[in-house]
């Protein structure tokens, strides 16, 4: 993965040499102000001017460049100013709002750095009175890293030497405490760079990303930051009786794996325990896709790759909960073992299961995941995440991600870290009469319910696997890929989860939930 040097500064501005200089200036509150945006002396004349002619006011979007003169007293030594505005700003605004502007901008700064090849950059931190400079810093980062993502391991026959390859150093200046700035400017880079690190998995063929590929990525990374791994292989699933999972994996050449990754710190106050779907190619299996967009399906094991990119961060960061990751992976294909409708199942914890529907397996292999984490691990919250259902598209869009709970505060603490995150996060209700859908007259349950409250009907499949441990379910199939169009955020595999489960374990405080 592509490294981008980030540091701290207190040098003048004009005595760095970068190839971009760059100022964040909110506009003024007063309505029709006849007033310039308040700035550094340096851009000021700059500013006033454009602003007298009305082409630069500081709303958010606006953008004003421009090349210094290379007078003697006046001297800059870098290439470019730019000014970027960010609309108004006070003290009544969200902070989560400001947040979301400052990755923006930094998604924003990124795209022009591509279009004008600028590599190096100096910026300038805006003083946001109601957030602190280290948060100011931490969501310019973020904005900036993943904004200027690309995945371009299969394109070296096409690439040319004057193609850009993105950002190689970041310099910030203009805010104290240095120490604040330090400590945010870190932050912003160990979430985006596993947010990074979630879209490279996403972005590998199903070809080049595999249970095998899953276990062997968990391997390094205990390895790297001192974590607990486990592979269960095809032999102990079927000597445990994980049903679900072994049955989505009956027409694959590729076996199944479940991969468990443990972060255990001196003094634990509590355990999270986290479970991601890692289907890594979905056909369908007998209730085969169509055709059109089934390459997309290469996405559908985003779920797991969120749980394994935010361990990076918990192997980074080292929080004072204990984290467990569980990843059960495998590819849903049709060949001439594969499970029929029809068929019935048991899983982990004794339930069958009718096979409606092959096409709904992600239920299927995080149900025997769910039953066995809770057993082993006694966790005192667990939260599992999934592209599982196309109806939540039909619901929420591309927009949020839809989420059901059976505990109230931890479904408030996951909308408030997605919140954070820029992460959006819709609950959805669940209740007996969600749960009457998927009765089956011949086993347990059965693994649909209909088209009518499908992403609903979905979890309440899993909710059997829970028992009465607090539990929340996120459906991230229109946002993992195909998310709200903004400028930190790409065509294709978002990332999303990843922000939001560091927001999370940076709020859960040895949290313990009422069963």
């Known amino acids: 993965m592509k490294t981008t ?66 007078k003697e007293e006046t001297a800059v030594k870098a290439n470019r100013i730019m000014v970027m505005g960010m609309g108004k700003i006070n003290q009544e605004t969200d902070a989560s709002a400001v947040f979301e502007t400052l990755r923006e901008l930094g998604g924003r700064l990124a795209g022009t750095c591509k279009k004008v090849n600028a590599k190096t950059i100096t910026i300038c931190l805006p003083d946001i009175t109601m957030i602190s400079p280290g948060k100011t810093s931490q969501c310019l980062v973020e904005g900036l890293l993943l904004g200027d993502y690309r995945f371009e391991k299969y394109k070296a026959a096409t690439r040319k030497k004057t193609d850009y390859t993105g950002l190689k ?61 486990t592979c269960l292989e095809k032999k102990d699933m079927e000597n445990l009786g994980m049903g679900g999972i072994l049955a989505v994996n009956q027409g694959s050449a590729i076996p199944p794996r479940m991969i468990i990754l443990e972060y255990t710190p001196e003094k634990k106050s509590s355990t999270l325990l986290l479970v991601g ?15 059109a967009g089934m390459e997309e399906m290469k996405y559908d094991m985003c ?41 019935i199942i048991r899983h982990f914890n004794g339930v069958t299961s009718e096979i409606v529907n092959t096409d709904a397996e992600g239920r299927m292999i995080l149900a025997d995941a769910l039953a066995y984490g809770i057993k082993i ?35 408030d603490l996951l909308i408030s870290a997605g919140k954070t995150a820029g992460e959006p996060l819709w609950r959805l209700p669940l209740n007996k009469a969600y749960k009457k859908q998927i009765e089956s007259k011949v086993a347990d349950i059965k693994n649909i319910g209909g088209k009518s409250g499908g992403s609903i009907t979905a979890a309440a499949y899993l909710a059997e696997f829970v028992g009465k441990t607090p539990w929340a379910h996120l459906d991230i199939a229109g946002t993992a ?10 065509k294709g595999p978002s990332g999303f989860g990843v922000r939001t489960f560091i927001h999370l374990i940076h709020a859960w405080k040895g949290q313990k939930f009422n069963r």
């Open 169 to 229: 150093l970041i310099r910030f200046s203009g805010l104290n405490p240095v120490k604040s700035v330090r400590a945010g400017v870190k932050k912003g880079q160990i979430a985006a760079h596993a947010a990074c690190e979630a879209r490279n998995m996403a972005n590998e063929p199903g070809n080049g990303w595999t249970s095998k590929e899953f276990a062997a990525y968990a391997k390094d990374l205990a390895s790297e930051y001192g974590l607990k791994f």
């Open 481 to 490: 890929w195909n998310f709200t169009e903004k400028a930190y955020i790409p």
């Open 303 to 343: 779920g797991g790759a969120a749980v394994l990119s935010a361990m990076r961060a918990v192997g980074e960061e080292k929080p004072d909960i204990g984290v467990v990751a569980i990843i059960p992976a495998t590819d849903n294909m049709s060949g001439s073992s594969a499970v029929r409708p029809g068929d």
């Open 5 to 70: 040097r980030i540091s701290v500064t207190g040098k003048k501005v004009q005595t760095i040499e970068a190839d971009l200089l760059v100022y964040c200036l909110a506009q003024p509150l007063k309505k029709n102000s006849k007033t310039a945006p308040p700035c550094d002396a340096l851009i000021r004349q700059q500013v006033k001017t454009a602003f007298d002619l009305g082409d630069f006011s500081g709303k958010d979007g606006e953008t004003l460049m421009y090349y210094p003169a290379l």
């Open 377 to 411: 691990f006694k966790p005192d919250g667990v939260v599992d995440i999934a592209t599982l259902t196309g109806a939540v598209i039909i619901g929420l869009g591309h927009h949020h991600a839809g989420m059901v709970s059976n505990n109230d505060p931890l479904s």
């Open 277 to 291: 779907k890692g289907i890594t190619f979905d056909s369908g299996g007998i209730s085969l896709k169509p055709s």
